[in-house]
Every structure is written in C-alpha cells, then in structure tokens.
C-alpha cells in the first residue's frame, strides 16, 4: 500500500513539473543571446561565424524569433516567428514568414525541429542551460541510404533500416547577453 501511494505521489510531481516546463517555454529563454557557430568537417572546425538569437515575446502565442549570422562584416537576418500550436503537447511552429513553417518541438527541456530540404534531412535542437542556448544542427544525405535487415533472422522478421551519411554538424553555445539599461 505505501509502494502504491509513493508511486502514485511521484508520478503526480513528475506530471506537475513536466506541465510547468512546458508552460515556461519560450518565455523562460526571451532575451538575446550570442556566440560562435561552428562548422565541422570530418576532425575540425571549418568555419566559424558569429551566430545570434533574439527571442522576444509579442503576443501570448507568438514570439520573435531572430537569428543572426555576421560573417565578413557582413549580417544575414533571419526574423522568424515562433508560433505556438499546442502547449500540451509541446508543439509551435517557426514562421518563416516566407511559405514555410517548420513544425517543431519542446520535450524534456528540449526545442527540435526535424524537417527536410531538398535531398537532405535536418535536426536542428536548442537546450538551454543556466544563461545560456546550446544550438546544434546535424545534416543528413537523404538521397543515398544504405539498406540493412528486411529479411529472416533466427526465425524472427527482420524490419528494414535505412542509415544515411551524415554530411554536417554545427554547434554554437549562446550566452544571454545583458542589455544596459536606461
């Protein structure tokens, strides 16, 4: 009866928590944020460019969200909205405000989107920790898989899996910078 009461007692806090985490975001990260994106190649960084993210409430289903690439002196802006769609379930939309909107996720503390482009797969995750927004992208080749199973294994059906090169990886650590005041 105890073993039933603490279950019970934790699944009804895990339950609260998790609600409370959902509700939060995006309002617990508005605020800009800066810092180095890098691009890797096989075993370094190829390219680094300065990378931002402005996310600013408007209403109470839509945030600005604004991402800032500065290489060579020069800014490639992408001012993007983040809609929300269903806080239960975690799911928003970014606008890109020119015909696509990407489908996108808040899990675990987590914020992905999962999209494809042309002949390529995209993973694109930002977490936040303390005042700062981990960004990662991994790019997939979605024209050449490599097929496995599909067939019969010890008596047992063998599903199909398909794995893919991945041909990129980005990862920028944004920190929340501290605006003065007025």
């Known amino acids: 009866m105890k073993l ?8 009804f806090v895990f ?9 939060s ?10 810092g180095q994106l890098q691009i890797y ?17 408007k ?9 800032t690439y500065e290489l060579e002196g020069k800014e490639d802006i992408r001012d993007y909205e983040l809609k929300l769609v269903d806080t239960k379930k975690g799911h928003f939309i970014i606008d890109e405000k020119n015909t696509i909107a ?24 930002y977490t936040k920790k303390e005042d700062s ?12 898989s490599i097929s496995t199973g599909n067939s019969e294994f010890e008596g047992k059906i063998i599903p199909e899996v398909n794995s893919y090169l991945v041909n990129g990886r980005q990862k920028a650590i ?3 910078q501290l605006l003065p005041s007025n």
């Open 25 to 34: 975001f995006p309002a617990s990260w508005e605020g800009n944020y800066k």
């Open 4 to 11: 039933k009461v603490l279950v019970a007692c934790l699944v």
């Open 41 to 57: 190649g096989v075993d370094s960084v190829k390219m680094q460019v300065t990378m931002k993210l402005d996310i600013k409430k």
């Open 102 to 125: 990407i489908d996108s996720y808040f899990k675990t503390t987590i914020f992905t989107s999962f999209f494809k482009v042309m002949d390529s797969f995209i993973v694109s995750t």
């Open 59 to 67: 209403t109470d289903a839509i945030y600005q969200w604004k991402i």
């Open 15 to 23: 339950l609260s928590f998790n609600g409370f985490s959902q509700e």
């Open 174 to 176: 944004l920190i929340k």
């Open 133 to 144: 927004i981990i960004f990662e992208i991994i790019s997939v080749d979605g024209k050449n």
